[in-house]
Every structure is written in structure tokens, then in C-alpha cells.
């Protein structure tokens, strides 16, 4: 949860019988990866979590993959202020139960996204040269990013990023939203959180809308596979070997 | 099970972003951006993500050490304080007390930097304390105290985010700055001009409207040349000149021969890039400007930022929001040094060593005589030293071996003190040649405040307990003042500190720990009601009148001969920090730039013969130092960049200790050096 | 455009398509000389980085070619292929980078002819495009 503390809004974490503090639910903290980090050093009984629907989401993308035990989390769903949908461009913002808060009608379109459809794709390569040209390879996209999990980051690769580029040159974050295309949750941290302002949120947008035009697929279900580890007939493939 | 999420300020650049440190059981496990911090804005760097890496590093000094045949052994405190109680008396009693020297630090708190200075003008009786701001902005604080009366930052961080005109030269901003460089990108979105004056691309002259590359060593002759395009084309604001400033006819007289075409061929700027970028500034309402290294590590270091003062002034630039002269400094704490007093000439505030006020202020506030002499530079320590009138120093939290400038004669001046005593956090290659070693608390590891560059001061909160039996800097400075047998080092604690700090300077009178734990405040803050400054001299200056400093420019001490025809010039890069004891232990920063190098103009690589990776002996006159060769177009032809993390390939092996007379500034940024294959 | 000479990746999977250029080679078929062939154990080990980062280099189109769906000597690696690809031409495509310049299809190792008929339609596919944009663009 966020509480005030020292003038600040902070995440934290109260074990039973702690005050609580004054909470607030007035700024997004990506609590989901905080709870990633902590996870392993609560090793016995469970954790509530405030929840907005984005985290509802991201908690099912790790407990489907075996990240976190889905039986010691308690949802506390918050439903999130028109505002911060707006800011969200958010079209499922609703929690499948609210605790705290009124639910909010969603914000179905994203002005950028519709604007850069309809550029040509000299123009709109233009636009993103020039938005991944102040990319200062702070790592912020990942590191905040709740459904960005695995233990050895491509990113970290030499052979896709060579050290010390920066900026890191254009496709570190096309390789980047390749790979979060079966998983984003469209939370919009990496957005808030990069200092340069690259509209990270809508790059992931317009990749979710194709994501479900090509195989009808929505991340965030906790029981639907990706269709990156089926085989064209729909049967579940076994993780993927990593020497190759 | 304990989780806990606690916030504190970064150790890093001075930009002073606050963020969260998590704490699991007693282990840092991570970084939280702080997403209501006003400075951060909830964002952070790639050092900032890893700050908490090293902390809890093997490597970490755990345990007090004493040299004894050639090896530092394990002692107790009490062995080691002892020790440094007897040989510091001993040689104070011997040869007075002006044979020692104490350094103070820019990674130290406020508190601690004031309790070191404390430590060497009331225990030990020296003005002899000094710290690593005199390799980085020493320039600043003469030249600035000489335009304007104050020598900081003339306006705040977030106040980049509305100019509409930024103009960066020495400053890498976006690599040794990163939120600020952020800022600036915001302001570049909101369609603001920026202007890069530097001998090489950076990341942010690649995105500028103009990027200008002047020869290293020239910018007196730009900046006069600016401010002549400036006054001939009727571009001067005359009521600011008027009203607010002094001596503008000097300045005329001087700029008047820097004519275009003369300052195209000493800079290499061509002449219509240099009137654009004048018009540019001149004609915006809100033009800031940013600088760094680039401008004050020169022999005229001081001149330099006197001619840049100039050119704020010329166009009234100066004590209005999102304007003004920003000297962004490089360590989480070098302003705040500065303030508490860190300087051999000057007592915590500015007050000045020698005026018979000031000291009669302090002697009745700490109880004791003090000497009323100004000290001895940093630089000047190292002369000393080597001239055997030095006979011992006690460190605290720097690494002079890699830092500082001529490292085969530091090394040597090292060896002659009597006795040498280094309090840090790691075994940094000084700590490797002194006599006694005291294992310190990093900033995770203690209370305390660090002053950012725009003068916000801003709180470290104690997130885990130091490693092994080592203890705060504060604490340590406490015993060591106590043992010397000097009153006034009885504190419980850094707001004690803080407290008294306060008390004898007028800038931070209005701060208590109560305070900054809730709000951001900027000094000068003189009552406890006062809401702190944000921009510096909106009325009148700090001295009353803004005087104009007429200042030539002068070629570098070394210039390029037929054996060094090189230019050497040296720096940062985003992933290292300063002499890497603590990037160096924090894999993913080790990660991205694990190795030295030196960047080199394809032509003169081509010429040479030398390809991209290749290894190459770099060499001035000083000594000689192998590393890889980064073949780039990055750089003026001529001019050779390393950056001076490296201690196996350090960059101030080759670097020139000349001095700026006023400052005691070194030349790190300009030196003759030749290029071989290796 | 008649002087644009493109530089072409070929990805091709060690048991069909690389055997079937193989055949092409020896049965003596003309091919345009744009094409550099790189082998690999199946199409699945193509990567979508590598086609994301040959082509954000300036390289003016990548062909990823595998067995028939079907023959995939691991049984399904071909499938995961073509599961991926249409989503790195989504990628592509979204930053402004033409599809086209990615292809999928499938040699087997019989099919000398296909893999010339695939190599000449994709070069003068991508003589059509012109040369990669990002060719000029430096970060």
C-alpha cells in the first residue's frame, strides 16, 4: 500500500498489529513490482496488495507463471479516479471488486496512437527516431515494469544492446516491446517512470491493438496461454529451450 | 521479517534526487523512485537504480587497520585511535600545527563536513582543511564570490523544465547530470533552443539546435566573442546594465577586439554559428545557462567563469525565474562542503579565515583560539608535502590517488608524509598507502543532510547499519576532537550538529532536520520562518552591485608540441562515477562501461593507423598509461577524451597539475599528450 | 533506383531450407548476389532481436526461412516461428519500418527452385522499397 510519510507518499509494507498511517491511493505506485521484490523475504503467510484492475492483471501474468502463489495474495481493489484514467488512456479500468473507490467509466482511445496511424511510415519513423534519441538507458522501463520477470534481461545482452551506447540506439526499445507484447498490461509505468517522456505507454498500446487483431489475444487472463507458446493449432508448447 | 522502504537522498551527482531504499531483513534488495519527490519527479538514472549495490559489497573496510611492516593489520578502534592521537600530536608538538592537513568530503554530510573542520581548526589548531571541490568547482566559488558575492547555482533544478533558451558548454549533462539533462529535454520538447558549446558530441549537442565545437582551452575568446556580437548588434539589456552592475567599460574595451574571425581561428567556431548562438541567448526572455568542468578545471579557471558571469549580465539574464548562471556540481555533497566550511579559507558560511569578526565569532561560539592565517589548498597540500613541510594528513572519504592531477607526483608526495590517516568505505588505492585505516558508514548507513546544487538541503535517513565494526564519519570526527582534548565535539547526534551549524551560518540559520523532513529548502533560509530561496540575487546581487570582471583569454599552460600534439581533455560517463569505488562494485553499471578507453577522432586514428579497439599507449610529459582505443566522430580533430574512472589506466597519470592562481584550480581539462600503438 | 544494390539476411534452418540452397547452389541456379545466408539449427533460433536489430542497423531486409510446417526436425520449433514473425512485422510496422522488409516462408530441402524463386522475389521485393531508412539515421 502508499502511505504518507515525510511529506511523501511511500510504499509500505505493515505486518499485523502496525499502525497503518494515512493511506493514500492519490499517486500509482507500481506495487506489484515492488511485491516481486519483497515476495521472497516474506517467505510464510499472506499479503494484501492494493489492487487496481492493471495490477489484477500483472498478478495474474506472474502467479500464471509460477512467480507468485496466487493463494497468499489478498486483493484489495482500488477503482481508479477519472483522472488518473485519463492520464492512463485506460480502457479496463475496473477492478473485478471494488473496495476502495467509485468505479470510472474508461477512456477508450489513445490521441497519439490514432495520430500515428495515420502518418506514413517515413513520418512515423521520424517520430519515434526522434522520441528514442533521448532514451538515456536509465533501465527505468524495466525496472518499474511489474510483468518484466526474467532473470537475465535481453536487454543486457551485449550481442542486441552493446554497452555504453548511448542512447541505445533504436532497437533497444523495439526489441523491448516485442518482447513485452504477449505480457504488457498496459499499467503505464515505464511511461511515467522515463525521465525523457517517451510515450512508452502508447508504443505498447498500438501493440496490444495488434496482438489481438492477429491472434485475438488480450494478456492479463489468467487462464488464457499465450499464443507464443502454442503451436498453430492451439496446443500448449513447453517452455522454450534456452541454448538455442 | 522486516520489509521497509526507506527514503534518503542518492549518492551520487548533486542533483540531490531522493528515492526510496528497500530493506529486507537488514539487506538493501533495491531502489523505489520517490514519485512525489519535487526533484526526482519520480524518476531516476541508471546509478540511481543501483545505488544501493555496493553498499553491502564484501569489499567494504569492516574493521579499523594499522601499517605494520608494510601491511595494514586488524586492530581495535581504541589501538587505532590511539595511534592517530599520538603521531598527529607528535608531530603537531614537532613541527606545529600547521604540518598537518585535513581533508573533508564532497561524499561526507553537511554535519560531518562541519564537525571535520571543526576537527582541524579547533583540535588541531590548522586552517589547513580543504576537499576535492578544489578540483572541480574552486573556480566557481572565487569567480562567482567576485561577479556576484555568491558562489552557487543562481537558480533552482526544476526551473530548467520552462527555458526556452539553454546554453551548455563544459557540462556533459545528460551523462554526469542526468535529471537535469531530463530537464532539459523537456524544455527541448516544449520547443526550447538549446546550445552546446563543447569539443565533443555528447548526447544531448546530438539532439541541440546548434552544437558548437570550440578547441579546449579557448572559451575565454567564444564567450568575449558572444558578448561582442551581443553589444554590436544593440542586443545588451542597458537598464540591467545600468542599474545593476559595475564596470561596463571595462568589459567593452576588452571584447572589442574579439572580432568573429579572430575567434574563429583560435576557437574553430565558425563565425555565423557563434552570432547565431548569441542571438539566440541574447534574444530569449528565458535563457539559462549551464556549466560545468569544461569551464572551470582551466590555469584561468576563475577568468572563465568571470566571462561567463559576464555574459549573464550583458543580457540581464540573471535573478529572474528560469534564467541565470547554473554551475552544476558533480558530487552529492560538494556544495554542501563548501557551505559547512571545507575550505582553508573559510569558515562554515563563507566567512572569511581571516577577518577578525568572523573568527572572533567562531573562537567565542567552539571555545577555543583559532589561527587566522587561510590554509593551505588541497593542491597546494600536495606541493607542500613533496616539499617535506607537510608531515601528515588525515582523509576522510577521498581518493586523491585517483583523483587528483600528476598522479606519479601525488604518489610521491604521498610517500614523504610522516604519517597519512584514511577514513573511507573501501580499500581505495589511498587508503592502500596509509598508516592507519578506519572502516566508515556509507550514506545508507546514517542521519544527515547533503546540500544539492541548486542549494536544496536534502535528508539522508539511516536505512541499515554499517558494516562490521565500522562507524559514521560523525562519529568518528566526535572521538577524534574528543581525544584531542578540544571542547565542543559532545554531539548525540547529526540534528545536534545540524543545530549548532545553523546557529554560525547565516545562510542555513532558518534549517533543522524538523523542517527538511517535510519540505524542500533552499538556502540562504535565515529565519526559521523563512521558506528558503529559490533564485539568487532577484534585487540586487549578493555584493550589491554585479561587477563586470574585463578578462582575456590566455592560451593553456601546455599547448600541443611537434613530440605531444595531442590535446587531452578528460571526463565522465554515465555509468562511472568519479574514481569508481563505488560504480566499479555495482555489476550493472560495471556492466556497461567495464573497461578504460580512449575516445579518438577517426581521422587522426586513420592517420596513426589505429583501429576501434585497438590498445594504445596515451602519453603526456607526466607519464604513460595502455588503454583500448574508441575510434569515434564524437570528438575534434586534435583532441583526445579519457574519461578518469579507471585506476589501471588513470587518466591523471597524464594530466597537468598547473594551477589557476586564484582558485588553485588544476588544469585536469587541457593537456599535451601523444598517441601510440601499444 | 537501378544502382540500389540491398543488402539482404537470409536465415535459413539447417535441415531443410539450408539444404535446399544447398541444391539451388549446385543445381547451378541464378540468383541475385545480394543475399547473405546465415545458418542456423531451425528458423526457431531466429531471434526476433536478430531481425530487430539487423534491420534498426540499416540492413535492407531479413528472410527467415524454415522447414514445412509439418517436417520441423524438433517437431514444432517452425511453429513458434510462425507465431512470432507476424508479430515483429507488427513491430516493425508500428515504428515505421516497411513489413515487407521481413519475410517468413518455408524451403524444404528438395525445393532448389523455391529457394531461388523466394531469394529473386524478395530482392527485387526490396529493390521496390528502396534502401533501408535507417541506413542515415545515426543515434
Redesign the interface.
Known amino acids: 500500500m502508499m502511505r504518507e510519510e515525510h511529506g511523501n507518499v511511500a510504499p509500505a509494507l505493515i505486518s499485523k498489529g502496525e499502525d497503518v498511517g494515512e493511506i493514500r491511493v492519490d499517486i500509482p505506485y507500481q506495487l506489484i513490482t515492488i511485491l516481486e521484490t519483497i515476495y521472497s523475504w516474506v517467505p510464510k503467510g499472506k499479503i494484501a496488495v492494493i489492487t487496481r484492475r492493471c495490477d489484477e492483471k500483472a498478478l495474474a501474468e506472474l502467479t500464471k507463471r509460477n512467480y507468485i502463489d496466487e493463494k497468499r495474495i489478498i486483493k484489495i481493489g482500488l477503482a481508479c479516479s477519472k483522472e488518473q484514467i485519463a492520464k492512463c488512456r485506460c480502457s479496463d479500468p475496473v477492478p473485478s471488486k471494488v473496495d476502495i473507490g467509485e468505479p470510472n467509466e474508461p477512456v477508450p482511445k489513445d490521441d497519439l496512437s490514432e495520430r500515428l496511424a495515420k502518418l506514413s511510415p517515413e513520418e512515423r519513423l521520424k517520430f519515434w527516431v526522434k522520441q528514442f534519441r533521448k532514451c538515456n538507458k536509465c533501465f527505468a522501463c524495466t525496472h518499474n515494469c511489474p510483468v518484466c520477470f526474467c532473470d537475465d534481461c535481453v536487454l543486457e545482452e551485449r550481442t542486441f544492446v552493446p554497452e555504453q551506447s548511448i542512447p541505445p540506439g533504436l532497437s533497444f526499445h523495439m526489441i523491448r516491446s516485442y518482447h513485452m507484447i504477449d505480457k504488457c498490461i498496459e499499467c503505464g509505468e515505464c511511461e511515467r517512470s522515463c525521465p525523457a517522456e517517451i510515450p512508452l505507454l502508447t508504443l505498447r498500446k498500438m501493440l496490444a491493438k495488434d496482438m489481438k487483431e492477429v491472434y485475438g489475444y488480450v494478456p492479463g487472463d489468467p487462464k488464457a496461454v499465450s499464443p507464443l507458446n502454442t503451436t498453430l493449432e492451439g496446443e500448449t508448447l513447453e517452455d522454450e529451450c534456452d541454448e538455442c | 521479517m522486516s520489509v521497509k522502504h526507506v527514503l534518503t537522498t542518492c549518492p551520487y551527482c548533486g542533483t540531490g534526487c531522493n528515492f526510496f531504499l528497500q530493506v529486507a531483513d537488514g539487506r538493501l534488495v533495491g531502489v523505489v523512485p520517490c514519485k512525489t519527490d519535487e526533484i526526482s519527479l519520480g524518476r531516476l538514472c541508471i546509478k540511481g537504480y543501483n545505488a544501493h549495490a555496493f553498499v553491502q559489497h564484501p569489499d567494504r573496510l569492516k574493521h579499523p587497520m594499522i601499517r605494520e611492516g608494510g601491511q595494514l593489520k586488524q586492530v581495535t578502534w581504541e589501538q587505532a585511535m590511539d595511534r592517530i592521537v599520538k603521531e598527529v600530536t607528535r608531530i603537531r608538538e614537532k613541527f606545529g600545527p600547521d604540518s598537518i592537513a585535513v581533508l573533508a568530503s564532497a561524499k561526507c554530510t553537511n554535519e560531518e563536513n562541519y564537525l571535520i573542520q571543526k576537527l582541524a581548526r579547533a583540535a588541531l589548531g590548522t586552517n589547513n582543511v580543504d576537499h576535492c571541490a578544489r578540483l572541480c568547482h574552486a573556480s566557481t566559488v572565487s569567480g562567482l564570490l567576485y561577479s556576484f558575492g555568491s558562489g552557487a547555482m543562481t537558480n533552482t533544478i526544476p526551473e530548467f523544465d520552462n527555458a526556452e533558451c539553454i546554453l551548455i558548454t563544459g557540462s556533459n549533462t545528460l551523462e554526469a547530470h542526468p535529471m537535469i539533462g531530463a530537464r532539459m529535454l523537456r524544455a527541448l520538447d516544449k520547443g526550447a533552443k538549446i546550445i552546446v558549446v563543447d569539443p565533443r558530441e555528447t548526447p544531448l549537442s546530438r539532439i541541440s539546435h546548434l552544437s558548437l565545437h570550440q578547441r579546449p582551452g579557448t572559451d575565454i575568446s567564444w564567450i568575449n566573442g558572444m558578448i561582442k556580437i551581443i553589444i554590436d548588434e544593440g542586443l545588451v539589456n542597458e537598464e540591467f546594465v545600468k542599474q545593476r552592475t559595475t564596470a561596463f567599460d571595462e568589459l567593452k574595451e576588452v571584447v572589442k577586439d574579439y572580432t568573429a574571425e579572430k575567434v574563429e581561428a583560435t576557437t574553430g567556431i565558425p563565425r555565423e554559428k557563434l552570432v547565431e548562438a548569441a542571438r539566440l541567448y541574447a534574444k530569449t526572455e528565458k535563457a539559462m545557462i549551464a556549466y560545468a568542468m569544461g569551464i572551470t578545471q582551466h590555469s584561468n579557471g576563475t577568468n572563465l567563469v568571470k566571462a561567463m558571469a559576464n555574459l549573464a549580465m550583458v543580457t540581464g539574464h540573471i535573478g529572474k525565474e528560469s534564467t541565470g548562471l547554473n554551475p552544476l556540481r558533480g558530487q552529492c555533497n560538494v556544495q554542501g562542503a563548501c557551505d559547512a566550511g571545507g575550505l582553508p579559507n573559510l569558515f562554515p558560511g563563507y566567512q572569511r579565515v581571516d577577518d577578525p569578526e568572523s573568527k572572533a565569532k567562531f573562537e567565542k561560539a567552539w571555545g577555543v583560539q583559532l589561527p587566522g592565517n587561510p590554509g593551505l589548498t588541497l593542491t597546494c597540500a600536495m606541493k607542500e608535502a613533496m616539499a617535506g613541510k607537510l608531515k601528515a594528513m588525515i582523509i576522510f572519504g577521498e581518493n586523491v590517488m585517483i583523483s587528483d592531477p600528476d598522479l606519479g607526483h601525488l604518489e610521491e608526495a604521498i610517500e614523504e608524509l610522516e604519517f597519512l590517516a584514511v577514513v573511507d568505505i573501501f580499500p581505495t588505492e589511498t587508503a592502500q598507502k596509509a598508516h592507519v585505516v578506519l572502516p566508515a558508514g556509507c550514506y545508507a548507513e546514517k542521519d544527515g543532510t547533503f546540500t544539492s546544487t541548486d542549494r536544496a538541503i536534502r535528508l539522508l535517513r539511516k536505512a541499515v547499519d554499517p558494516p562490521g565494526e565500522a562507524r559514521a564519519d560523525w562519529v568518528i570526527a566526535c572521538d577524534l576532537g574528543k581525544r584531542l582534548g578540544s571542547p565542543g565535539f559532545d554531539f548525540s547526534s547529526p540534528a545536534e550538529v545540524m543545530a549548532e551549524m545553523a546557529s554560525l551560518t547565516p545562510q542555513y540559520a532558518g534549517i533543522d532536520f524538523g523542517r527538511i523532513d517535510k519540505q524542500v529548502l533552499r538556502w540562504p533560509c535565515p529565519t526559521k520562518e523563512h521558506q528558503g530561496t529559490r533564485i539568487l540575487h532577484t534585487q540586487k546581487f549578493t555584493k550589491g552591485l554585479g561587477v563586470f570582471a574585463p578578462v582575456e583569454h590566455a592560451p593553456p599552460m601546455e599547448e600541443p608540441s611537434e613530440e605531444y600534439p595531442f590535446i587531452l581533455t578528460t571526463g565522465r560517463n554515465l555509468f562511472q562515477y568519479h574514481t569508481g569505488t563505488m560504480t566499479r562494485r555495482s555489476p550493472k553499471l560495471e556492466r556497461e562501461a567495464p573497461e578504460p578507453y580512449v575516445e579518438i577522432n577517426g581521422s587522426d586514428a586513420k592517420r596513426l593507423g589505429i583501429n576501434d579497439g585497438e590498445r594504445v599507449a596515451v602519453s603526456s610529459k607526466r607519464g604513460s598509461i595502455t588503454l583500448k582505443a574508441r575510434v569515434t566522430d564524437r570528438i575534434i580533430l586534435g583532441s583526445i577524451f579519457i574519461p578518469f574512472h579507471y585506476a589501471e589506466a588513470a587518466a591523471n597519470r597524464l594530466t597537468n597539475a598547473a594551477l589557476d592562481p586564484i582558485s588553485n584550480i588544476p588544469e585536469l581539462k587541457v593537456c599535451a599528450a601523444k598517441v601510440a600503438k601499444a | 533506383m537501378t544502382d540500389f544494390r540491398p543488402t539482404i539476411l537470409a536465415f535459413c534452418c539447417n535441415w531443410c531450407s539450408y539444404a535446399g540452397a544447398d541444391l539451388a547452389g549446385v543445381s547451378r541456379l541464378q540468383m541475385p548476389p545480394n543475399v547473405h545466408v546465415i545458418r542456423?539449427?531451425?528458423s526457431?533460433?531466429v531471434k526476433?532481436?536478430y531481425v530487430?536489430?539487423a534491420l534498426?542497423?540499416g540492413i535492407d531486409g531479413v528472410l527467415v526461412l524454415g522447414c514445412h510446417?509439418g517436417d520441423c526436425h524438433y517437431m514444432?520449433g517452425n511453429?513458434?516461428t510462425?507465431?512470432?514473425m507476424?508479430?515483429?512485422q507488427?513491430?516493425?510496422?508500428?515504428?515505421?519500418?516497411?513489413e515487407k522488409r521481413m519475410k517468413l516462408d518455408w524451403v524444404s530441402a528438395a525445393e532448389g527452385e523455391k529457394f531461388q524463386k523466394v531469394i529473386t522475389d524478395f530482392v527485387q521485393d526490396i529493390q521496390k522499397l528502396g534502401p533501408n531508412?535507417?541506413r542515415e539515421?545515426?543515434?
Open positions: 542456423v539449427m531451425c526457431a533460433s526476433p532481436e530487430i536489430k534498426s542497423q510446417i514444432t511453429h513458434r510462425a507465431k512470432r507476424p508479430l515483429v507488427k513491430v516493425l510496422k508500428e515504428t515505421g519500418i516497411d531508412p535507417l539515421v545515426k543515434f
